[in-house]
């Protein structure tokens, strides 16, 4: 057993330096922390101010509102989309389900002798192989709500957290 290697030493200055990162991540971590929540309070009092408040000075800083589009949750909107049988309008785009039936789809056109049987075992690799997935996009909900096919409800329901619109904060 030669190839054994002596177990690494940790010198005192690699233990200073792993000390100090996890020191630094902590302090990072509640810093990170009580960011959100001034900024869920700054944004409870004055996310409802016109628009032409901002951008405003306060003290040093300037402080800017913005919006931002929310992220659709695609098993929500699935759900919500389904319940109202809207699915079949939205395009979809393909997910490889099984590589191995993908594989033998391509191994079976190689062989390219088409009698009905070969086509009819090709067809069916070829479904087993690909699934075809909804692509549902915030501008298809926003299209079915302008419509009054989704409720306001329903349509806020296909965002994560319920939110269609994100208002953000800037303080620089």
């Not at 699935?78 to 039936?101: C, H, K, N």
Request: aromatic share 6%.
């Amino acid at each position: 057993m030669g190839n054994e290697r002596p177990e690494p030493r940790v010198t005192a200055e690699l233990a200073q330096a792993v000390t100090r990162l996890g020191y630094l991540r902590r302090q990072l971590k509640e810093l990170e922390t009580e960011e959100s929540l001034l900024r869920d309070r700054i944004l409870s009092e004055i996310s409802l101010w016109p628009h032409r408040s901002f951008p405003m000075k306060v003290g040093t800083f300037e402080v800017r509102l913005g919006e931002r589009k929310g992220r659709v949750d695609a098993q929500a909107a699935y759900q919500v989309l389904s319940g109202q049988r809207l699915l079949a309008e939205v395009p979809t785009q393909p997910d490889i389900e099984d590589v191995a039936q993908l594989d033998a789809l391509g191994h079976g056109l190689a062989r390219l002798t088409m009698p009905e049987v070969t086509r009819s075992q090709l067809v069916q690799l070829y479904q087993g192989a690909i699934k075809w997935q909804p692509q549902i996009s915030q501008e298809m909900l926003a299209t079915f709500q302008d419509q009054a096919r989704l409720t306001l409800d329903q349509y806020r329901a296909c965002f994560k957290d319920g939110k269609p619109i994100i208002v953000t904060l800037t303080v620089r």
